[in-house]
Nanobody, 118 residues
Framework: QVQLVESGGTLVQAGGSLRLSCAASGSGISIGAMGWYSQAPGKQRELVATITSGGSTNYADSVKGRFTISRDNAKNTVYLQMNSLKSEDTAVYYC????????????WGQGTQVTVSS
């Protein structure tokens, strides 16, 4: 069973930076695309950024130019560098990974809280 463990969420002032990490653990695992999603109070979970195993990236328009997604395939870890944070970035951030088994499936992490104070 693959587990995703996020870290890095905290309280930060507007204009500040933060780096989230998400590590996939499990024996003999193969991970495909990975991504970050956010869910603000009272709102649906939405895509922030995704990255393929080959490094191709995709971003929500709201974070383009401010956030950068990257990954370390050897460590099965994905990162989200968040710069120029705004109060509207406040949300729980969830990591997502495509686990490449005979029947591929998406695994979610437990989420990490990011709070941006204005």
């Amino acid at each position: 069973q693959v587990q995703l463990v996020e870290s890095g969420g905290t309280l930060v002032q507007a204009g500040g930076s933060l780096r989230l990490s998400c590590a996939a653990s499990g024996s003999g695992i193969s991970i495909g695309a990975m991504g970050w999603y956010s869910q603000a109070p009272g709102k649906q979970r939405e895509l922030v950024a995704t990255i393929t195993s080959g490094g191709s990236t995709n971003y929500a328009d709201s974070v383009k130019g401010r956030f950068t997604i990257s990954r370390d395939n050897a460590k099965n870890t994905v990162y989200l560098q968040m710069n120029s944070l705004k109060s509207e970035d406040t949300a729980v951030y969830y990591c997502n990974a495509l686990v490449m088994t005979l029947n591929p499936y998406y695994q979610w992490g437990q989420g990490t809280q990011v709070t941006v104070s204005s």
